[in-house]
């Protein structure tokens, strides 16, 4: 009897986010983007400026002055080849630039930050590429400024990105001064600044929709904005460096599905790699909850 085949391995797809910070009137907040309703990755759903490593992003003559030793040795990812690591971070600045018109870099003495904005994007509306509009422009890039912060590895069982995988490397980084933060009108359709309870507060009333890396993030964010500014979150982040997530997706005896975190006694992680709820329950399509309800976002 010929055997049946085992289905192909979805291949995982490097990404890169950002997770663009400021301080408000009432404390953190965080700028997010909702996609729009026929986008392949999270139709719909609030997000953080993101998106897929290019091939392009690998190239030296991208960030010229840039150490790939020092950018790999940031991600705390031992075997990481330097090129990958300065492609998670070329990616990662042109995503925020082309999804909300924030451009890191540094240069072009003598203009404001919001005329190198206009510049830059001006010569890649006649076609340049980012990287040669920058330097038409005076600028470079200013990868220093993105702080790796998380790595979040989608599981092969994933509940919220059928039939994909992917491999993000979360940063954050501070709003650069004189700049604003909009959505592209095309791959986003809207954008707001929120405080991360906030944000948590939208989706527990079924105002946005958020996949489990956000949420999750959210909640981190939320919880070091009840700490400090985004100064001492900054401060924070480079002491202890980036933490990876491989979600462990389990069968529920009431035949639901959760998602354990490191540190849930289901993951084989045994420690706790971030604050917040240690398990993700599946309540319904696109809904995510702590066990015990919006008040377990705070355990």
Not at 21 to 34: A, C, K, T
Not at 247 to 259: E, L, S, T, W, Y
Not at 274 to 291: A, D, I, K, Q, S
């Amino acid at each position: 009897m010929p055997q049946t085949p085992h289905p192909a391995a979805v291949p995982i797809e490097a990404a890169a986010s950002v997770l663009l910070l400021r301080d408000g009137p009432g404390g953190l907040e965080v700028f997010m983007v909702q996609r729009h309703d026929r986008s392949s990755v999270l139709g719909g759903a609030w997000v953080f400026p993101g998106g897929k490593v290019d091939l392009a992003d690998a190239h030296p003559e991208v960030a010229p002055d840039a150490d790939p030793a020092a950018l790999a040795l940031r991600l705390a990812e031992p075997d990481l080849p330097q090129s990958v690591a300065l492609a998670l971070h070329v990616a990662a600045l042109r995503e925020v630039f082309e999804e909300c018109g924030v451009l890191f870099a540094h240069g072009a003495s003598g203009a404001t930050p919001g005329a190198w904005v206009a510049r830059v994007h001006a010569l890649c509306d006649e076609g340049r590429r980012l990287d040669a509009a920058m330097v038409e422009a005076g600028l470079e890039p200013q990868l220093l400024a993105l702080h790796p912060f998380s790595r979040w590895i989608t599981p092969e069982r994933s509940v919220s990105f059928q039939g994909r995988r992917f491999d993000t490397r979360f940063f954050i980084a501070a709003l650069p001064q004189g700049q604003t933060a909009a959505h592209d009108d095309h791959e986003a359709v809207a954008s707001a600044w929120l405080a991360p309870r906030d944000a948590l507060q939208h989706y527990w009333d079924g105002r946005i929709a958020l996949a489990p890396p956000q949420i999750m993030s959210l909640v981190h964010l939320a919880h070091a904005g009840a700490q400090g500014d985004l100064a001492n979150l900054m401060e924070a982040t480079r002491e202890r460096g980036p933490y990876c997530v491989r979600p462990h997706v389990m069968d529920m005896p009431d035949g639901g599905k959760a998602m354990a975190y490191p540190g849930d006694p289901a993951h084989e992680v045994a420690e706790r790699a971030m604050p917040g709820p240690l398990r993700l329950f599946v309540r319904g399509p696109g809904r995510f909850e702590p066990e015990d309800g919006f008040d377990g976002f705070w355990a």
